[in-house]
Structure formats: C-alpha cells, structure tokens
C-alpha cells in the first residue's frame, strides 16, 4: 500500500517510491539518504509535527511537510 | 616553530568532539562563529614539533549550504583554506559518510579521513580494504577507534605529512562534464579576483548543479551573461 512517510505507522520498515517536489527539494531529501528505493522507517511520529526517521544508519527529523511529500510504499507484515 | 590549521569535520554523531577532546587534550576555547549561534571549538595539539591549530566544525551530511551548519563548514573550507581538513567517517556507515567525502575532494580540500568506530565495523563483519579506499579516493585513510583513543598517534602523522604535501586527490566526472568544467572554468579565470578566493574546478560543478550559494556570486561578478552561453 503506498502512502505518504508522514501517515506511516511507527517502527515499521517502509520503502522510499518517490518524493513529490522540485528538484531543490528532491536533492535536499537525497542527501539526506531519501532516494527512490530505500528502506526506511519511522521511529516517533504523531498527526502534527515533525518525526523522527531513521534511513541509511541515521536518525533524521523531519516536518510534516516534507514528510507528506515523500510517498513510500507500506508492505503488510 | 611552524603553524598548521586543521578542520574536523564529519556527519553528525561520527565521533568529531571525542577525536578533538583526544588531540587537544580536552583544553579548548569555545565561541561562535561570526554572527551565528552555531559554538565554534578550537584547540592546539603539539606533535612532532608542529603546532596545530584545531577547529571542530559543525557535523553536516552534505555541503550543499542548504543549512547555516553547512554554509559555515562550506565557506570555512572554501575561504579559510585549512592546511588540512580531517574528514571523520563512521566506518559502520561508509556508503553514506563518503558523499560528503566526495563534496570535500571536490572543494580540493587536503584530506585526511579518518575511518572512526572501526571497532564497530568490525563488530557488525566488514572488511574495510583501508588501502584499497586510500588508493581509490587518493588520500591517507587512517583506522580509529575514538573512545579508546585507538589510532590518534597515526593521526597525527598523517595530518603532518597532509601539511606538508599539500593538495593531490582530485574528482574526475564523464568526458563530457569535463569538458563542461574546463569551458566554465575558462571564463570563470578571467575574474582573477574570484579564482583567487574560490577553486575554478569547484565553482564550475557547483554553476553545473545549479548551487544557490554560487549562482548568487557568479551574478554578483557579472559574469552570468557569459556563462548563459555555455551552460543554457
Ligand atoms: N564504539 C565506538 N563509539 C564511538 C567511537 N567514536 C565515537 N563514539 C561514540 O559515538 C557517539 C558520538 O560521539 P561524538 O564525539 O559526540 O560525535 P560528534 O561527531 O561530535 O557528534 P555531533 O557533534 O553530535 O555531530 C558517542 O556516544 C561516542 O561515545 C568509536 O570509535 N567507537
Ligand atoms: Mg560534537
């Protein structure tokens, strides 16, 4: 099921599909370690605010808007 | 007795203060960078008769200067020009702390990596061919283990002889990119003032991604209207 990061439920390993945004912010997120692809997960997240995600050995904070932006794909455990 | 500047430098949580806190001793003077709140550490290590002068820079992931930790890690290496700039790379975690390695040979910083938590990487069953990396990338690259303090005294060698070598590693891109470069790089000469300040090499990659920071100087010297007609 693909969704936004920013609906994710915590602690579950989900995998980057796309980033929804221009291209400053498709490379910010790729620096990052965002890029199509990857696995990640959200460690401490809520409906408002920033999360806290951990992708490629790192944890990341992230706000709702970016997080909205990145579409990943939630496999059912 | 001589002098040398040297740069720390690293993603976050790499092990930066503990390495600076075992060459420094611990004795350090903390204050801000100009006109930001971001702490700014420096700290003196004397080795086999060089004097130098440390400074903890902020941990960034990239130099894109897309945040005020990474313009100021950017613009203290490009306008400072440190006698050498350790980059310190989590060992359990290379694939993502050598994309700032790369942005540091681009800048023609004169590195020295120091390939930190090996005991963790050797915990989780990697085999770091530490020559193979050194080789590939053209820098010294030198196993350390920061909490024990394992690897400093080779560390330090390698920071003086950095010192005294200077600049040799170098980023090659597809034939055509570097054909690309030396075209920019070609009119950006013509400014002596700017290539000066800034390498030709790493203003030409940054106008070819487009960089904010650099687009905004390059408009600045006038010289936007010549580079339109090489870069579109
Ligand atoms: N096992 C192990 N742990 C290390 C090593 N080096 C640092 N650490 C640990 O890594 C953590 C971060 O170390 P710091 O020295 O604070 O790292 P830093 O790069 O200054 O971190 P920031 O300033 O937050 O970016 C600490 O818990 C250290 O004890 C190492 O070589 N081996
Ligand atoms: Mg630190």
């Not at chain 2, 903390?30 to 902020?58: A, F, S, Y």
Request: glycine share 10%.
């Amino acid at each position: 099921m693909r969704m936004p990061l920013g609906l994710a439920p915590e602690n579950r390993v989900v995998r980057v599909v796309e980033v929804r945004g221009g291209r400053g912010l498709i490379r910010r997120l790729s620096e990052l370690g965002f890029l199509k692809g990857e696995w990640v997960r959200v460690l401490k997240s809520g409906p408002s605010g920033p999360a806290l995600v951990e992708v490629k050995g790192s944890r990341i904070a992230l706000g709702r808007g970016v997080l909205m932006r990145i579409i990943v794909e939630c496999v059912p455990p | 007795m001589k002098e040398i500047e040297v740069a720390l430098i690293g993603n976050p949580n790499v092990g930066k203060s503990l390495i600076f806190n075992n060459l420094t001793g611990g004795r350090a003077h903390v204050g801000n960078w100009p006109g930001k709140t971001v702490e700014k550490k420096e700290g003196r290590c004397i080795h086999k008769g060089v004097t130098m002068r440390i400074i903890d820079l902020p941990g960034v992931y990239s130099l894109t200067a897309a945040s005020i930790d990474e313009l100021i890690a950017r613009s203290y290496i490009v306008e400072e020009r440190p006698d050498v700039v350790v980059d310190i790379v989590d060992a359990s975690n290379l694939e993502r702390n050598l994309y700032l390695t790369l942005q540091l040979l681009e800048l023609e910083a004169n590195l020295v990596i120091a390939l930190n938590k090996s005991d963790i990487a050797e915990g989780l069953g990697y085999e770091i061919d530490v020559k193979g990396l050194s080789e590939l990338l053209g820098v010294p690259v030198v196993p350390t283990i920061a909490t024990v303090k394992v690897g400093m005294e080779e560390l330090k060698d390698a920071i003086v002889e950095a010192s005294k070598r200077g600049v040799k590693a170098k980023v090659r891109y597809r034939e055509d990119i570097e054909e690309l470069i030396e075209r920019i790089g070609d009119i950006l000469k013509r400014d002596e003032n700017l290539t000066k300040k800034y390498p030709a090499r790493w203003l030409a990659i940054k106008i070819i991604e487009g960089d904010g920071e650099v687009m905004r100087l390059i408009e600045e010297r006038g010289l936007i209207e010549e580079l339109r007609e090489v870069i579109g």
